[in-house]
């Protein structure tokens, strides 16, 4: 399968905008527990950004997810 990096960044985003809000947290929330600003959750989660590995660390424990969960989605 072929997909751009666009569509992944998309896909990804919204996939921790998913997860995010199954755990009932707002973007300061997630910010405030992995100490990125909310500015840049919310960029991630819009694709406007090719956000950094170590970012996604930090997401993944403070979603309290292992990391390879944050890229178990479907492209769409």
């Given at each position: 399968m072929?997909i751009s ?6 896909n990804l985003?919204?996939h921790?905008r998913q997860?995010?809000?199954k755990?009932?947290m707002?973007?300061q929330d997630l910010?405030?527990d992995?100490?990125?600003?909310k ?9 406007e ?7 996604l660390?930090?997401i993944?424990?403070?979603?309290d997810v292992?990391?390879?969960?944050l890229?178990d989605?479907?492209?769409?």
């Open positions: 072929d990096e666009e569509t992944f960044i998309t985003g919204i921790i997860l995010r809000e755990k009932n707002s973007q910010a405030n992995c100490d990125i600003p500015n840049q959750i919310g960029r991630i989660e819009r694709a950004i090719n956000t950094s590995v170590k970012a660390v930090k993944a424990n403070a979603l292992e990391p390879k969960e890229f989605f479907s492209i769409k």
